[in-house]
């Protein structure tokens, strides 16, 4: 087990009605920039049960952002913010509003001289964020309680990131009763995107860290236990309180501790999105069974540990890898997210070109655990999702 | 999965050498009341390398806090830090030292009108504790990342507990190779404690928190496989790691959420260290396996899911429910930690009683998941334990 350190100061609210926990946590009187996506949050009842935790504080609304948050759009929060003198950001959606929130809390109060651009890859040191608090509706990123980023700069095709203890939330409302309107391609992507975010910090190699390999097989057999469930009955309020759970464990940090990570999946799929406007879950989708493929001999004993604890496969190390790779594709295309770029309309032989650029473009040249994979790498695994 | 909320604000620094981050937790020129025990802190490394870390810092050392911190010892620490001034206090030790040293950092600043006993069973409000740090050397109680303590009052053979967040640590180092100096007792008492406090929290009833459940299984199945290794081996650093992230994890609050909790072995065993000086853990061991006994009916579908998925067991859940039981006794008896009063020279007949009087004396009176253990049904399960 290698040395780390973990922190995870965020207040989590859990379960049916825990939006009331919001008069608790900010402060009568306060100036609250409410922040949310494309209005999904009139539907699910989010929007009423924060109005009404919020009584006694004055709220200015900004709506309308997008998944895959844009920088564009970002900056006309941070400008309504800064006018409205805004004391604290409350996010309600899902991890794209969270993400840009994160953004939004640390952008407002940046000195003025400053291109808040250099926020992204963290280029630009952070003396302060505003408070940030959150309600979920849209269980996925675990953002909601980590202090990670993402955002999308659609003029310069750049999906790029920045990570800063400011911007963890102080606090975040996960009401799984908020989920139940979701439609079937979010639920997927989310139960998608939560599988492969555990994957990303445990699928690499052996490394002694035994509660964490555990946990992170724990939450994979949780989701493809309920994943098909929730899909299936969106009014099944335990499956959704797992998938929610689950996702948030995902990423609330601990199963990446003292283990080697890889990411290159998801450094693939950021392109793939900013290239073509894949959701993040589908890019992850049709990276990953390819990624595994190409790197089933650096990654055999974890793939074995995989397949014979999460699918039960019988037989030697190669071909329960080989089966459990197999048996990951069809989970995922269960949950309705297609693993191959053909199915996306797009034609890999190009996008694979298009990838490699881009990862040169961003000086991305050793990715993935063992820093083994280049950008012509990457460009295989995705002649790979052919 | 019951609603819940959750928070745990300690900043955690795993691994060799981490009582070097003290520098960057306690600022230069602060006032630290240095706690410990016994002191094995001069043996395993902890002292030289934490005054190290301090160098800058005014260092007032109190040391003679014994397992099982008693209240009159505390008292002198209180009214050390008062005169000296202290503006921190640094817990270097095992649960005991950081138990203790909670009581220590509320206390210190508590109105002097007020009888710090008070604080015992959070009988009086706190208004604010003294910031708090320290350096585990005895994995078991989790104590370094919880906001618990117990504190016993020899004169009145009370064992009583306390909870408030002003007493988080700040932060918490855990050095695997600060553990190797243990003796076995310690050792095997860590690892009965940590696996009992998952029990606690996980074998009641099942409540549909997936997560939680392979996380308590996690723990579990890597005390069984570490805690035979870790025992004959002491210089093993991967097996105390995992020893040490196991003990924390098993009271780091995250097993517990959304499920129905039990905590009578600890009221019992607390009673019984209280009337007799046993160690934690030997309470702990001569409770648990006859409480699942006595419970056997009321948890059978967790005593059924546990002894498929820890201990591979075939068969109905009625004999699944018992073998198992026969094999957590055996996992005791193998960490060197009876499972019998006998074995400690007590007459368990005497014990049932004298345990349910206590528990009636401290209004403890509905125990148990349901509420539905009375100190009559203690006692029965105490004298199970002949």
């Known amino acids: 087990m290698d040395n780390f350190s ?3 100061p965020t207040r989590l609210h859990f379960g049916r009605g825990q939006a009331a926990q919001i008069t608790q946590e900010i402060p009568v009187g306060a100036r609250v920039l409410l922040t949310y996506g494309g209005g999904s949050i009139r539907k699910n009842g989010a929007y009423d049960q924060v109005m009404a935790a919020l009584t006694g504080r004055h709220v200015v609304e900004f709506g309308g952002i997008e998944p895959n ?65 959150g309600v979920l509706t849209l269980p996925a990123t675990g953002s909601e309680s980590n202090f990670a980023a993402v955002v999308t700069r659609r003029a310069t095709q750049d999906k790029l990131s ?15 009763a908020m989920t139940m309107t979701l439609p079937p391609r979010q639920i997927g992507n989310g139960v998608v995107d939560a599988f492969v975010h555990t994957v990303e910090q445990y699928l690499t190699v052996p490394n002694e860290a035994r509660v964490q390999d555990r946990l992170a097989e724990g939450i994979l057999q949780t989701l493809l236990e309920i994943g098909p469930r929730t899909l299936a009955q969106p009014d099944d309020y335990e499956a959704r309180a797992n998938m929610m759970w689950a996702a948030n464990q995902a990423l609330f940090g601990l199963v990446a501790l003292g283990q080697v990570q890889d990411w290159a999946t998801h450094a693939i799929g950021h392109e793939l999105t900013a290239l073509y406007g894949l959701d993040h879950a589908q890019t992850l989708a049709v990276t990953l069974p390819w990624l595994l493929t190409y790197r089933k001999t650096d990654k055999l004993a974890k793939l074995a540990q995989y397949g014979r604890r999460l699918w039960q496969l019988p037989g030697d190390d190669a071909a329960v ?30 996008a694979a070109e298009a990838v490699a650029g881009q990862l040169r473009r961003h000086g991305r040249n050793r990715l993935g655990e063992g820093g083994r994979l280049t950008p012509e790498d990457c460009a295989a695994i995705v002649r790979m999702a052919l």
Chains 1, 2 share one sequence.
Request: proline share 8%; glycine share 8%.
């Open 6 to 8: 973990f922190h995870n």
């Open 69 to 133: 948050p844009e920088y564009e759009t970002l900056l006309r929060a941070v400008a309504l913010g800064r006018s409205e003198q805004v004391d604290w950001v409350l996010a309600v959606g899902g991890g794209s509003v969270f993400d840009g929130s994160k953004f939004i809390a640390a952008a407002i109060v940046l000195d003025p001289a400053i291109d808040p651009w250099q926020i992204i890859g963290n280029r630009t040191p952070l003396a302060s964020a505003l408070p940030l608090g």
């Open 162 to 176: 920045f990570k800063n203890p400011l911007v963890f939330p102080r606090f975040s409302v996960l009401d799984p």
């Open 321 to 350: 890898a080989a089966v459990a790779i197999d048996r990951t594709i069809a989970f995922f295309e269960t949950m309705g997210v297609p693993t191959r770029l053909s199915a996306y309309g797009i034609d890999a032989l190009a």
